[in-house]
């Protein structure tokens, strides 16, 4: 909401390749290949302002051994995952702007999706079970 109410024009952007993509009917499962730039508005509002910026707490039910750290049993994990989506080795010195089009190229074809950028979004619903 924050976004959108911000950056109207990729609001905009996003509903116009909608309106062309699917014209009166409502997008289907299987259908976001179709929407590149909407799919780049929803991955970069997850990113950009993650909404649960540590993730749930989880804890080791073992003991374990992560880049040379020992994690003892029952240790709390608290996950970064605002840290990890705004890395600036990941997303480069514009992590903290709202910028949908880092997920994306242009060709003759329009926008497409880039497929060399880590698909992390998804890192916002959290890891795995508790
Ligand atoms: C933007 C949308 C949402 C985000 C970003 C989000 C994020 C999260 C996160 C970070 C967790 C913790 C996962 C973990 O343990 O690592 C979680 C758990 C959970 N979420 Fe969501 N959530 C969203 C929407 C929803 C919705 C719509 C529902 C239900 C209708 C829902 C139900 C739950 C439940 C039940 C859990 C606990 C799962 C478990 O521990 O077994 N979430 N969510």
Not at 53 to 58: M, R, V
Request: with cysteine; glycine share 6%.
């Amino acid at each position: 909401m924050k976004a959108m109410a911000l950056f109207l024009e990729r609001q905009e952007a996003a509903q116009a390749e909608m309106d062309s993509v699917l014209g009166t009917n409502d997008p289907a499962y299987g259908e976001e290949d179709k929407l590149p730039y909407f799919k780049a508005v929803l991955c970069e509002c997850f990113r950009w302002q993650t909404v649960v910026p540590l993730s749930f707490p989880h804890v080791t039910n073992q003991d374990l051994q992560y880049n040379g750290y020992k994690i003892p049993q029952g240790t709390v994990i608290l996950a970064n995952v605002w840290g990890i989506l705004h890395d600036l080795k990941i997303y480069g010195s514009n992590a903290d702007n709202f910028d949908p089009e880092r997920w994306l190229k242009r060709d003759e074809r329009g926008w497409q999706w880039d497929n060399d950028l880590p698909d992390l979004y998804h890192l916002s619903f959290g890891f795995g079970t508790r």
